[in-house]
């Protein structure tokens, strides 16, 4: 079936240090990627999203690369601020369904 | 353009009521769907309206059901709650059902005494 792994927080990071949030997945076709973010009392925003291997998808100093090979979608920031905190998602769009990841809880502290 | 709009954003019922939420999408969207999200199961999905038709359900009981109508906003209902049905209820449009975007409202907090 269809599924997303992402690594378990919660994440305590120093500002400035570097981020790296593991995300896998299991999918039947050619699915879309995407990293979502929720702040605190907010909905999920779009992050940014990839649509096919290889695709790097940028935002806001974030990044992440749809690996097919490793069927990886790995969120990476060089330097977090604490404005960053919040729960991050990862997802897949495959057969008119998307497919979210657990979350990964982040905090940054100054 | 107005983003994804949830009513009511907090809502406080007893176990064995019913209850509606409300979403209306971004205009232009025809596909809506609808989440629920708690700390211990995360974000799960409900189902997806498209063009006034359920097309794709979730795993949750017949107690939770949804329409849309024909300018795309949508409701679900749950009837008969329960104490776990206390949740953070997202709704999510796209312009169509597939691989698009997905934009999320701020949610309706739902709690069940």
């Known amino acids: 079936g269809n599924s997303v792994t992402q690594m378990e927080g919660p994440v305590t990071l120093s500002e400035e240090a570097f981020l790296t949030i593991n995300c896998t997945y299991t999918?039947?076709?050619?699915?879309?990627l995407f990293w979502y973010v929720q702040y605190p009392g907010e909905g999920l925003q779009l992050l940014l999203k990839?649509?096919?291997?290889?695709d790097k998808g940028s935002n806001k100093g974030f990044e992440a690369t749809y690996r097919k090979e490793t069927t990886s979608f790995h969120l990476e920031k060089g330097s977090v601020q604490v404005s960053d905190s919040a729960v991050y998602f990862c997802?897949?769009?495959?057969?008119?369904?998307?497919?979210f990841g657990t979350g990964t809880s982040l905090t940054v502290i100054p | 353009k107005a983003g994804v709009t949830q009513t009511p954003r907090y809502l406080i019922k007893t176990r064995g009521q019913q209850v509606t939420l409300s979403c209306s999408p971004i205009?232009?969207?025809?596909?809506v769907s609808w989440y629920q999200q708690t700390p211990g199961q995360g974000l799960q999905f409900l189902f997806e309206?498209?063009?006034?038709?359920?097309?794709n359900k979730g795993n949750f009981p017949g107690r939770f059901s949804g329409r849309q109508f024909s300018n795309s906003r949508s409701e679900m209902n749950v009837s008969t709650l329960e104490l776990g049905d206390s949740a953070l209820y997202l709704c999510?449009?796209?312009?169509?059902?597939?691989?698009?975007?997905?934009?999320f409202g701020p949610g309706t907090r739902l709690l069940v005494l």
């Open positions: 205009s232009g969207h025809r596909s």
């Open positions: 999510a449009s796209s312009m169509t059902s597939g691989k698009e975007t997905q934009y």
């Open positions: 997802a897949l769009v495959t057969g008119n369904q998307f497919y």
């Open positions: 999918a039947t076709g050619y699915p879309s």
């Open positions: 990839a649509t096919k291997a290889d």
């Open positions: 309206y498209f063009s006034e038709t359920q097309r």
